[in-house]
């Protein structure tokens, strides 16, 4: 079964300081892999996209992920964090068969001052 | 331009209560979905539609009903509401189903049930 885990539920980075958020996939084909972001109170929005290509997407925001085949996983990145990053982000797999989303769990990042 | 919207924002309920919750998009999109967020627990599908008249079960839809009477619209039903119930509930268009289409989320609606 499809499948996407987030191994931290929290994150505490200092601002100006680089960050990496984990995504691991469970997935028989050619994933298509997503990363959403939600502020406090507000939905989601989409920070990227893989789906084919180049493995390193770049996305809105100053945010990149890099997609590893050999280690099924889809990790976000920024060089250098912003107080306005604090939020909650969600990585998703995409279903072929319907294109249906499967989220994972969330990582709650926390930016120091 | 809107985008996704939903109706309404904050609602608290009792025990057997029932609701509507309303979405509406204004893209001309063609597959809605409802989701609920959990703590801990991501976002799970609840129900979704295909196109205008059309809807279909999504990975917890048990308590719920839906209809999409018109394109724009897509109605959540709490027929009986109970306190595993209290989440919030985002709704989502999206102009197919390709997999690599973005989801555009409406804002959330918060439900306390009591």
């Known amino acids: 079964a499809q499948s996407v885990t987030q191994p931290d539920i929290h994150i505490t980075v200092s601002e100006g300081a680089s960050l990496e958020l984990r995504c691991n996939y469970s997935?028989?084909?050619?994933?298509?892999l997503f990363w959403y972001v939600q502020s406090p109170g507000q939905g989601l929005q989409l920070l990227l996209k893989?789906?084919?290509?180049?493995?390193l997407v770049q996305g809105i925001k100053g945010f990149e992920a890099e997609f590893k085949r050999s280690q099924s996983s889809f990790n976000l990145r920024k060089p250098s964090v912003h107080w306005s990053d604090a939020a909650e982000y969600f990585c998703?797999?995409?279903?072929?068969?319907?294109?249906?989303?499967?989220f994972g769990q969330g990582t709650t990042l926390q930016v120091k001052p | 331009n809107a985008g996704v919207t939903q109706t309404p924002k904050f609602r608290v309920l009792k025990t057997g209560q029932s609701m509507t919750l309303l979405c509406a998009q204004d893209?001309?999109?063609?597959?809605m979905y409802w989701y609920r967020q959990d703590p801990g627990m991501g976002l799970r599908l609840i129900h979704y539609s295909v196109g205008e008249g059309t809807t279909a079960k999504g990975e917890v839809p048990d308590g719920y009903n839906v209809s999409r009477l018109k394109k724009q619209n897509f109605l959540l039903g709490l027929e009986s509401a109970a306190p595993s119930q209290t989440s919030v509930y985002f709704c989502?268009?999206?102009?197919?189903?390709?997999?690599?289409?973005?989801?555009?989320f409406g804002p959330g609606t918060r439900l306390l049930v009591l």
């Open positions: 893209m001309n999109h063609e597959y």
């Open positions: 998703a797999v995409a279903s072929s068969n319907t294109g249906k989303l499967i």
């Open positions: 989502a268009s999206s102009y197919s189903s390709g997999t690599s289409e973005t989801q555009y």
């Open positions: 997935y028989g084909a050619t994933p298509y």
């Open positions: 893989y789906f084919s290509g180049d493995t």
